[in-house]
């Protein structure tokens, strides 16, 4: 695997597996995966009204709100609040309820079978933060540069690098790590 730069022009507008929704999807591992039968899959989706995920078994999900004041997700025995640029990580074949908690929101995932990888950390990044990984997945929040061991990539806000390579981001992203499980 390669690093990739992936813009956010040309992500794809899909309904929801579920259908109640909208998302974006950025990225599906690997090459011939669907968004039922994926490696990692990772997105980026409106939330405008309280309901159901949809439900993904076997994989763990990286959820960070991105835009809009917080997202409530309502388990059986728990409710999880979202604060603004805070990941959560859970079980996504468990389909939480999720509820705006003052008007609509946006959110980015990333998806991992745990059979084949593991969501090892998910975290705000300030300029100058260094990240390694098995695989790294940034989500640049604001025009940047990322520099790693064979270059440098130009951000857009919102547009999203995938890499198995170390390197280091000069303005606030989001830094989702992944481990091979083996």
């Not at 309904?15 to 090459?31: A, F, V």
């Not at 076997?58 to 409530?72: F, H, S, V």
Request: glycine share 8%; no cysteine.
């Amino acid at each position: 695997m390669t690093t990739l730069h992936l813009p956010a022009q040309g992500y794809t507008t899909l309904p929801w597996k579920n259908g109640s929704g909208s998302t974006d999807e950025i990225w599906l591992w690997p090459p011939d995966a669907t968004r039922e039968a994926f490696s990692i899959r990772i997105s980026r989706a409106p939330i405008t009204t309280r309901g159901v995920f949809s439900s993904f078994p076997g994989a763990d999900r990286a959820i960070t709100l991105i835009e809009g004041q917080g997202l409530a997700l309502e388990f059986d025995e728990i409710r999880q609040e979202l604060a603004p640029l805070a990941p959560f990580l859970f079980d996504t074949g468990r389909a939480p309820i999720g509820d705006p908690l003052a008007g609509p929101v946006r959110v980015f995932n990333v998806m991992a079978k745990r059979a084949e990888w593991r969501l090892t950390g998910a975290a705000l990044a300030a300029p100058g933060t260094a990240f390694a990984a098995d695989l790294s997945v940034i989500f640049a929040l604001e025009p940047q540069g990322i520099t790693t061991a064979t270059g440098r990539f130009d951000l857009a806000a919102q547009d999203t690098l995938v890499t198995p390579e170390a390197g280091q981001v000069e303005g606030r992203a989001l830094i989702v790590s992944l481990a091979r499980a083996v």
